[in-house]
């Protein structure tokens, strides 16, 4: 019998793809002569945003700015703790613009903010698991910003080396599905790291590599829809069997930057 499981509504922060494109390369997925689609992209992204409508989640929207091709993956953008936002400082100066960029979009909604001084890519690299946050390091996020998170948020925070570079940020090598339940994938992380999430979550839903391939885990979940690439098709088949409803949502174009849905989204955690 697989176990109830309950969504709890959500208020999401996104971006629309408007000026998408693979214009550098800062990841190994990108590639700036595969041809993107802007209005594919736009389209995909509308897909997911309606997705979040009609489960009920409210959506936020920051309006995109011109020369900045990245701006859609808005999970990077910040990471909240209670009430209290932590910005964003990037690594490559093509999307250093970014982290002023979200942290004014918070303020003016009336959050209080901490302006980072240490290099960190928000959500895409921190996520929260109930009362613990993991934060990834290794190609992005550095390991001194992991100390300022936990004092800015005050929840405790648990450093995890990321060492394949095709799973360069946390948020696509784990997802999280509800409060005490994850899917990850370990070949993404140091045999250290590894250990510490088997203590942490013995019962985890491990993902295979040609899941981890397609960004599977690059996912959305509310507790009980998980919004991931239909491609994943072994991860869909594990979610549903541990009681989640699988939502496979095609965001393909903007694969071509490195992300998925989870990319695409930015918790307000109020
Ligand atoms: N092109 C972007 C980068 O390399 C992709 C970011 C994907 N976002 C994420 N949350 N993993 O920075």
Redesign the pocket.
């Known amino acids: 019998m697989p176990v109830t499981r309950d969504a709890r509504p959500r208020r999401y922060l996104m971006c629309p793809p408007t000026y998408f494109t693979v214009a550098y390369e800062?990841?190994p997925?990108?590639h700036q002569d595969v041809p993107t689609d802007t209005e594919l992209a736009v389209r995909q992204w509308e897909e997911l945003k309606k997705t979040y409508d009609e489960l009920g989640h409210e959506v936020e929207l920051i309006e995109p700015i011109p020369g900045l091709p990245?701006m859609v993956?808005a999970?990077?953008g910040a990471v909240m703790g209670d009430g209290v936002v932590y910005s964003a400082k990037f690594t490559?100066p093509q999307?250093q613009p970014e982290g002023p960029a979200y942290e004014k979009w918070f303020a003016d909604a009336g959050f209080p903010t901490v302006t980072a001084t240490e290099i960190n890519?928000g959500?895409?690299d921190i996520l929260t698991v109930g009362e613990l946050v993991f934060a990834g390091t290794g190609f992005?996020t550095s390991l001194a910003s992991h100390l300022e998170l936990q004092e800015a948020i005050g929840k405790p925070v648990i450093s995890m080396h990321l060492v394949d570079p095709r799973f360069?940020?946390l948020?696509?090598a784990m997802m999280v599905l509800s409060d005490d339940d994850i899917a990850y994938y370990p070949e993404a992380f140091s045999d250290g790291s590894r250990r510490v999430l088997e203590r942490l979550f013995p019962d985890a839903l491990i993902a295979t590599e040609a899941d981890a391939e397609v960004l599977g885990l690059?996912g959305v979940s509310d507790g009980k829809n998980v919004i991931h690439n239909p491609r994943a098709t072994a991860l869909a088949a594990a979610l549903a069997e541990r009681g989640y409803n699988p939502i496979g949502i095609d965001t393909s174009e903007l694969l071509k930057?490195?992300?998925g849905a989870?990319?695409c989204t930015l918790e307000i955690r109020a």
């Open positions: 800062i990841n997925w990108m990245d993956y999970a990077n490559y999307r890519e959500e895409g992005r360069y940020h948020d696509t690059n930057g490195g992300g989870k990319c």
